[in-house]
């Protein structure tokens, strides 16, 4: 994935928290107040399996956000596509910006109100509208301040940790789907979620896998899609990105994580968002159909893989 060298990014919606010492401020709670792409990997392999005396994070949904922001660092780095093709954070900018063209134009079609996501990079400890969180909570979307906050080395974390393929556009694939459950939020279907729901066929997982479709779907249509400066960001999906995206899908799915990563039996009672089968499956029902429509994983008797 490559991003138009020329082209202008948009930062305006990115704070960077980075070293500021976000604190915690109260504990997120995953799949109830902030929802994430890896869930509670850290609770599941700690409680789950035994790890210690790891407590499940008590949600505090209207905890104050962290009052210090900072543009300048971001604004001043992330100009041009030529930054998003050398630097991390200024590649996730780009992503956003692309994501933020993709989804204005399927609510202004559909004759929706939209309300495009912000995002916070910060690293170690973060305050949220959710409660607190730590880098170990993974990249995740707080419905209650529709914010996405992520912690960058998340995908070191993922290649080193997970074995993932890694790449830009494994990498955007993260951001997509972190954006996914901010439409979830604008559409209400995050309100279909039961706190706790766990299972194959649980309310967590289908929002899990939607989110992925909707990532798929923003991903079919990513060299298209044009931005605020009138011309598509990114000029360059291959077959070896998507395979990469894929690939990183599949490596946070709950079969695999429990099996691989924590070296036990899977257990479908556990799962929260959909095994790695799934995860695939749905990511590539939209990025082959492009279509955020085909993603209805609440359908009533929907296979879900």
Not at 146 to 167: H, K, P, T
Request: aromatic fraction near 10%; charged fraction near 20%.
């Amino acid at each position: 994935m490559r991003f138009d060298e020329s082209a202008d990014l948009d930062t305006s919606r990115v704070e960077d928290l980075r070293g500021r010492g976000g604190g915690m401020g109260g504990r997120v709670a995953i799949g109830g107040g902030g929802i994430s792409i890896v869930g509670l990997i850290i609770y599941f392999l700690l409680s789950q399996f035994g790890g210690g005396n790891f407590a499940l994070p008590e949600s505090s949904p209207f905890g104050a956000a962290n009052s210090i922001s900072d543009t300048s660092e971001v604004a001043q780095a992330c100009r041009t596509g030529a930054d998003a093709n050398r630097d991390i954070a200024c590649e996730a900018v780009g992503v956003l910006n692309s994501l933020d063209g993709f989804w204005t134009d399927v609510f202004a079609r559909s004759n929706l109100q939209f309300q495009p996501a912000r995002t916070r990079f910060f690293n170690g400890a973060v305050s949220t509208g959710c409660g607190g969180a730590t880098s170990d909570t993974g990249p995740f979307y707080c419905p209650a301040d529709n914010y996405i906050y992520i912690d960058l080395s998340f995908y070191q974390e993922l290649e080193q940790r997970f074995g993932a393929q890694g790449g830009p556009f494994a990498r955007a694939y993260v951001l997509a789907h972190e954006y996914g459950h901010h439409i979830q939020a604008l559409l209400g279907t995050t309100d279909r979620v039961r706190a706790g729901d766990s299972g194959p066929t649980s309310s967590s997982v289908r929002l899990e896998l939607q989110a992925d479709c909707y990532a798929g779907a923003w991903g079919h249509h990513a060299t298209t899609v044009p931005t605020a400066s009138g011309r598509p960001l990114i000029v360059d999906v291959t077959q070896e990105d998507l395979t990469a995206a894929l690939d990183t899908a599949a490596r946070i799915g709950d079969d695999f994580i429990q099996s691989q990563l924590a070296g036990r039996r899977v257990d479908q009672s556990q799962f929260t968002h959909g095994t790695s089968a799934q995860r695939e499956k749905w990511f590539r029902t939209g990025f082959d159909s492009g279509n955020p429509a085909r993603c209805d994983t609440f359908a009533r008797g929907v296979d879900l893989g």
